[in-house]
């Protein structure tokens, strides 16, 4: 089983998405969801939507309760402005109780690097670290022409 995980990894990281979802769909075991989300990850860094929906509707159909599954779907659908699934799975996400555990980060805050849990303002530092981020969410708006990232980050949660 290792050996057709891997090999599946290896062909959707490699852009050959229809040789990964020929691979999964003719295993001699029934697959994985890992192998379903390699396929899924990939079809987002490709753009890839065809393939990457029916990948995730074979994972979603696993009912697995690992959260980051369902994020890299969400963010595949976000990545492709199709919001509509987007907000099936975040439903279908709170229906089924899973959870995504907060991201942790670091930033620098001129005397070393701190850390903070993203969307935690109880940390005492909490008014620098949010300096810093709004600095970065602007320089990023101005590198990226982008107007609106609070939209964006919204949707990719």
């Given amino acids: 089983m290792e050996h057709y995980s891997c ?38 860094d490709r753009g890839n939507i065809e393939i990457g929906e ?20 969400a963010n595949m659908y976000a990545a492709a402005g199709c919001w509509d699934e987007l907000a099936t799975v975040r439903k279908l996400m709170r229906d089924l109780g899973v959870t995504k555990a907060p991201g942790l980060a670091w930033t620098d805050l001129g005397n070393g690097f701190t850390p903070f849990l993203v969307g935690d303002r109880s940390n005492p530092l909490a008014p620098e670290i949010y300096v810093v981020l709004d600095e970065l969410s602007e320089q990023m708006r101005n590198i990226n022409n982008c107007s609106d990232l609070d939209i964006l980050a919204e949707n990719i949660e």
């Fill in 54 to 73: 029916r990948a995730a509707r074979k994972l979603l159909e696993m009912r697995t309760e690992n959260a980051g599954h369902y994020v890299l779907i």
């Fill in 7 to 44: 090999m599946i990894d290896l062909y959707a990281r490699a852009g050959l998405l229809e040789k990964a979802e020929e691979m999964l769909d003719h295993t001699p075991f029934p697959p994985t969801s890992t192998m379903w989300a390699a396929l899924v990850g990939a079809c987002h």
